[in-house]
């Protein structure tokens, strides 16, 4: 059954191709084809998990994809307890939200649309975890990254929207520079792309890797350094995090799909297929522990006083990648993967709940002009409330064990700080999951009234999916309830056997350490508990007690402003200024190099102004004055058509006979 592995990204291709042709004609039977090869798809990936689980692996190379003189990559798939593990998740979370997107996005004239995006998305992913070459990686990577921009645009008639997609697509290409570069340094060095070349040859050539370079650092620095600036702009951290609150303008399951099982886990994927090469580069893996734990406590802090729901999630999700990467940082490369699966489930829970809530109060996201809503979607709210214990870390959901051997992995390594800033990220986690919750569906109704008169549970394509993920958010983490004895870690230890987990310097007790940390994921509900049903007007006296500090967290620091004014506003002000350029203005004209230099200035204007400008506006005068001639022959008349068709019967009789 492992040859079938190409049938696992195949399959959804084929739902794009079809409803991509014929969805003028599919329209509302486009999920048809749209969940049923993601169906399809999930169960040949099952299959073939339980024979990775069984110890069988693969290592195929279809075809050869690119031959250019000693540079040759090759379409190939890899399955390995990594491959699989991110293969499962990615074809049954995705699965579910197809699922709940029948019963969402009924009725919206981009239904077949919007069902060939997704599985276009899913087909990207699955490349990209399956492929056994950094190549092929590449091209799911960027695909994904397109996917992202269709999808967080869909609704392109909003500018809100179509902003957002241009702010991903744009914010990505960033990182994705940094990754390219990457991967011609490791063209470069080993001779290959191909996974396993270049991970057996990394211990062979250590001492070649691990030589001073460039700025100090060795070439496995700059190699790692650089794949981590892909990992920063894909998986939202700082400072490339901004484009990930703005892609809440999509659709809700794109923002499901996006934060739980596809584009964001890209990055720690990633960095946990590299960990042979990252654990040849303390330093780098120094950059991902407290780049990750840093964005953690970043944004953690940010969603305390959001009012949209969705982006208090959004800003959940950013804080829970920084929580991955901090595993990885600190060779806990399989606690970050295992963070990664369980938190897909409880991830596209919260999303699908909000999705919910804002179906039930046709559009509502403001979580100010909501509550009581327990009473009116118990489903929605059972789920939420499960989905935000785990995301809290309480004991025995599943983010608690992912989580919690994140930290111990943190402070088992001497990494105090590192540990302290997890856990001042945890508490913060706690207070705002549980704030969102109790405002939802807690406390008195602040709904309008027109509103709460038609307030309702959502139906069951969409209800479902929220209990299925509510189980699997329930148990999914006692597949790693231990490092040394669980059926996930004993998995992947092939994996990792290399890099290994984080190595004790300090080994305090994991039973003293869970303790910890359900305290203080407790004591972040019970400030919540006070601050919004206990104490009602305690937050708004609070956020008037330390004005400052409140609306500084309200506008997100005013980053992306700060972005706008640095990158956006200056470089059009640049742009016109350079196309634009004369003598007036250009000072030290009282000596030869000032001369010299405003004459090239007026040249070069002059010259941009009448010959580029020229010769591009004469070839779009050109082609519209001919469509203004061509168009004299469509009139739309059928008469004038007829008396053509007349007149060239005639020239042709007359041609033929005389």
Same mark, same amino acid.
């Not at 899913?122 to 990686?137: E, F, G, K, Q, R």
């Not at 809100?160 to 744009?170: N, P, Q, T, Y």
């Not at 959502?458 to 993920?469: E, F, R, T």
């Not at 869970?514 to 009602?536: D, E, F, K, N, Q």
């Given at each position: 059954?492992?040859?079938?592995? *190409? ?8 739902? %794009? ?9 599919? /329209? #509302? ?30 290592? *195929? ?73 950094? &190549? ?26 179509? $902003? ?18 990457? &991967? @011609?340094?490791?063209? #470069?060095? @080993? ?14 050539? /250590? ?20 794949? !981590? ?29 996006? =934060? ?17 090469? @990252? ?32 982006? +208090? ?45 804002? =179906?039930?109060?046709?559009? #509502? ?34 983010? !608690? ?14 990494? %105090? ?23 939802? !569906? ?49 998995? +992947? ?67 992306? #402003?700060?972005?706008?004014? %640095? ?14 350029? $004369? ?14 230099? +405003? ?30 001639? !061509? ?25 033929? @006979?005389?």
């Amino acid at each position: 059954m492992l040859k079938l592995i *190409w049938l696992v990204p195949v399959l959804p291709l084929v739902g %794009v191709v079809i409803n991509g042709i014929f969805g003028r004609w599919t /329209r #509302e039977r486009a999920h048809i084809l749209g969940v049923g090869t993601t169906g399809l798809s999930f169960l040949i990936a099952f299959g073939i998990f339980l024979q990775a689980a069984g110890g069988a692996t693969l290592n *195929w190379d279809v075809y050869t994809w690119i031959p250019v003189g000693e540079f040759t990559a090759s379409v190939g798939f890899l399955v390995d307890p990594l491959s699989a593990v991110m293969m499962l998740v990615v074809t049954f979370v995705g699965f579910l939200i197809h699922v709940y997107s029948v019963g969402y996005m009924h009725g919206d004239p981009g239904y077949a649309r919007f069902f060939t995006y997704l599985n276009l998305f899913m087909t990207s992913m699955l490349i990209l975890v399956l492929a056994n070459n950094y &190549l092929l990686m590449f091209l799911g990577w960027e695909g994904v990254g397109l996917c992202s921009y269709l999808l967080i645009g869909f609704w392109y008639q909003k500018k809100s929207a179509s $902003d957002a997609g241009k702010k991903a697509f744009v914010v990505n290409r960033i990182g994705d520079a940094g990754f390219l570069l990457g &991967l @011609f340094l490791i063209w #470069e060095t @080993f001779g290959s792309l191909s996974y396993a070349e270049i991970f057996p040859r990394a211990e062979a050539i /250590r001492t070649v890797l691990e030589r001073d370079s460039v700025f100090g650092f060795s070439l496995v620095t700059w190699i790692t350094l650089l794949l !981590f600036v892909g990992a920063i702009g894909k998986s939202a951290q700082l400072p490339l995090y901004v484009w990930l609150p703005d892609a809440m303008e999509g659709p809700t399951p794109v923002s499901a799909l996006i =934060h739980a099982a596809t584009m964001v886990t890209a990055g720690v994927y990633m960095v946990a297929r590299s960990n042979l090469l @990252f654990s040849l580069a303390p330093f780098s893996m120094g950059v991902v522990a407290w780049v990750g734990a840093l964005t953690a406590v970043f944004a953690a802090t940010i969603a305390l006083v959001q009012t949209d729901i969705k982006r +208090v999630v959004a800003y959940s999700t950013i804080s829970q990648l920084g929580y991955m990467f901090l595993g990885c940082g600190v060779g806990a490369y399989a606690g970050g993967v295992f963070h990664l699966a369980t938190h897909a489930f409880f991830k596209a829970l919260l999303f699908l709940g909000c999705g919910s809530v804002i =179906h039930g109060l046709s559009g #509502e996201q403001d979580a100010r002009k909501m509550g009581g809503l327990r009473r009116e979607m118990p489903i929605t709210a059972v789920t939420f409330f499960l989905a935000a214990l785990a995301n809290a870390g309480i004991f025995p959901l599943a983010g !608690f064990w992912s989580k919690d051997q994140i930290l111990h992995a943190a402070i088992a390594s001497g990494h %105090v700080w590192l540990w302290a800033l997890g856990a001042a990220g945890a508490f913060g986690t706690a207070f705002y999951m549980f704030r969102l919750y109790f405002l939802i !569906f807690e406390g008195p109704s602040r709904m309008d009234k027109h509103v709460a008169h038609h307030v309702h549970e959502s139906p069951k394509l969409m209800a479902v999916p929220l209990m299925i993920l509510g189980f699997f958010t329930v148990v999914a983490g006692l597949f790693g309830y231990s490092v040394e004895h669980s059926p996930y870690y004993r998995f +992947v230890e092939p994996v990792f056997r290399v890099a290994g987990e984080a190595a004790g310097q300090h080994e305090p007790s994991e039973l003293l350490m869970a303790i910890v940390s359900v305290a203080i994921a407790a004591a972040g509900i019970a400030l919540a508990y006070l601050m919004y049903l206990g104490r009602p007007g305690m937050a708004d006296r609070l956020a008037d007690r330390f004005r400052g500090l409140y609306t500084l967290l309200l506008n997100k620091y005013w980053v992306d #402003e700060w972005y706008n004014a %640095v990158f956006v506003d200056f470089g059009k002000k640049l742009c016109r200024g350079l196309w634009s350029v $004369d003598s007036r203005g250009v000072d030290g004209v009282v000596n030869g190099t000032g001369a010299l230099t +405003v004459l090239m200035s007026r040249i070069s204007a002059a010259f941009d102004f009448r010959f580029v400008d020229g010769l591009v506006n004469a070839i779009a005068d050109l082609i519209q004055g001919g469509s203004q001639i !061509f168009r004299r022959t469509q009139t739309g008349v059928i008469q004038n058509y007829l008396l053509a068709m007349a007149m060239g019967v005639f020239v042709i009789v007359c041609l033929f @006979f005389f």
